[in-house]
C-alpha cells in the first residue's frame, strides 16, 4: 500500500497536528515502513495457532491487600506550604 502526502495531511488533519513538509516526509516513509511490515506479517501461515491472550502464562499477579500503618496528621501537614490545623489549603478552582 502506497502512502501518498494527501493520506497524511488527512491523518494530521483527523489527529489535529500540523507538521512541516520535511516532517511529513519522514512520517510518511516511517507510516509506509509500518504498513509494508503488517502486510509481510500477513503472508504469514497462521493456521492452528491459536490466539495469544498473554505473554506468559501468569495472570493477574496482585500484592496481598494488607492494612499498614500510616502517618499522622500533623507529619502529613508538616510539609505542606499552607495549612490550618487540620487540613491542607488550596486555591479555588471551581467558580459557582
Known amino acids: 500500500m502506497e502512502i501518498t502526502p494527501k493520506m497524511i495531511d ?3 488533519a483527523l489527529s489535529r497536528l500540523e507538521f512541516d513538509l520535511e516532517k511529513k516526509e519522514n512520517i510518511r516513509n ?3 515502513r509500518m ?3 503488517i502486510e509481510k ?3 504469514l501461515n497462521t493456521d492452528g495457532v491459536e490466539p495469544l491472550l498473554f505473554m506468559s502464562d501468569t495472570q493477574n499477579v496482585w500484592r496481598a491487600d494488607e492494612v499498614k500503618g500510616s502517618i ?3 507529619d502529613a501537614l508538616s510539609n505542606a506550604p499552607v495549612k490550618d490545623e487540620h487540613f491542607f489549603k488550596v486555591p ?3 467558580k459557582k
Do not use: N, T, W, Y
Open 10 to 12: 488527512h491523518l494530521a
Open 30 to 32: 516511517d507510516v509506509e
Open 35 to 37: 504498513v509494508g511490515f
Open 41 to 43: 506479517l500477513q503472508e
Open 72 to 74: 499522622s496528621r500533623k
Open 92 to 94: 479555588k478552582v471551581i
